[in-house]
């Protein structure tokens, strides 16, 4: 302080030196430089990850492998909090109302942010600009299945015989606007099968009724399909990613195929509350593609038989734009609405 306030007294004299003048400023400065520097040091707490499902499913477990990664980035904890309900609208809609500080991310779902929303009698948010895009990390493809009953052997064979039968079979999802559900009904749009939706309570009974001939056919993640594929007792058909799947490379993609105009994948990313400061979303971004190259998290894909889908924000937000003008479509032709 004495001698700042030296320098002061010597700036009012005629003769101050350029040496002086320069020393001034840069003491001036130390304050504006200590205050930008407190806002810079992001982040200095630990960071809430809203999770909008329940502890233990696939989601909840890959929002627990990226956030231990991300941890490793950012050099602060990355707590999962699982919000639940209301097919995952009530966690999506908590971050809405949260500062755009950083301290609050959110894990984005197809399911929770796009089509939950588009079903509902009165939207609590507009998935695809309400939120701030961070970046996508993960995607999966999903295989059409049929019993070992339905004697066809590709897509155009199922298109033919649920045709010759209309309303005589039955499909499998895990509920009402779910993936399955949405993928099925986009396909009968494209091609005017007539097959009817028996929701079921989680992947593994959705699966199992195809299996034991409750159900005919279903759209099933490629994993959790396998042991069934290989014993036979379901056929597959199609695979919904612009590419063959290297599990099941006999089987064409139904993009290949032109039945699909576009992957309909299952994918999953981080969002923010709205106006986050760009300078932030781009902080996180790089921690993000940082983290899904990270050694572990390659061989948490592999082992969830999932891959690496990084994307940055404006291509991510791009997904989210994209995604609900096709959902949107099928929602409002087939009038889905919320259970």
């Known amino acids: 302080m004495k001698i700042l306030h030296e320098a002061r007294l010597q700036a ?12 001034l400023a840069a003491m001036a400065s130390l304050p504006t430089l200590a205050l ?3 806002r810079d040091a992001y ?24 956030a231990e990664r991300l941890r490793e980035q950012l050099g602060q904890p990355v707590v999962v909090d699982n919000r639940a309900g209301a097919s995952g609208a009530l966690g999506t809609a908590n971050v809405l109302q949260a500062a755009a500080d950083g301290y609050t991310l959110l894990l984005s779902l197809p399911s929770a942010q796009i089509t939950a929303p588009l079903m509902a009698e009165k939207p609590p948010y507009d998935g695809a600009k309400d939120f701030t895009a961070i970046g996508q990390f993960l995607r999966t493809s999903a295989v059409l299945l049929v019993n070992k009953s339905v004697p066809v052997r590709d897509f155009q064979g199922l298109v033919s015989y649920v045709k010759a039968r209309p309303g005589q079979l039955n499909y499998s999802s895990t509920g009402i606007g779910s993936n399955p559900h949405l993928v099925m009904e986009l396909v009968k749009l494209r091609t005017g099968m007539d097959i009817v939706h028996v929701p079921y309570k989680g992947g593994a009974a959705m699966l199992q ?10 759209f099933g993640e490629i994993s959790t399909s396998m042991p069934w594929i290989q014993s036979g007792r379901l056929t597959p058909l199609g695979i919904v990613s612009s590419k063959r799947s290297s599990l099941l490379p006999d089987v064409p993609s139904l993009v290949e195929d032109r039945v699909l105009e576009a992957p309909a994948d299952f994918w999953m990313g981080l969002a923010g509350p709205p106006h986050m400061p760009p300078g932030l979303v781009q902080q996180l971004s790089q921690a ?3 983290a899904v190259e990270h050694p572990e998290m390659k061989q948490f894909f592999a082992k969830t038989v999932t891959e690496p889908a990084f994307s940055d924000p404006p291509a ?11 959902w949107a479509e099928v929602i409002r032709v087939r009038h889905i609405r919320a259970e």
């Open 12 to 23: 009012t004299g005629p003769a101050l030196s350029h040496s002086r003048r320069r020393l």
């Open 36 to 38: 930008a520097q407190g």
């Open 43 to 66: 982040p200095s707490r630990p960071i809430r990850l809203v999770v909008p499902v329940p502890p233990g499913g696939p989601a909840d477990l890959a929002a627990r492998a990226i």
């Open 209 to 218: 009724a195809a299996v034991g001939n409750e159900v005919q056919a279903l």
């Open 288 to 290: 993000l593609a940082k």
């Open 316 to 326: 991510f937000q791009a997904l989210w734009r994209s995604e609900q003008g096709r």
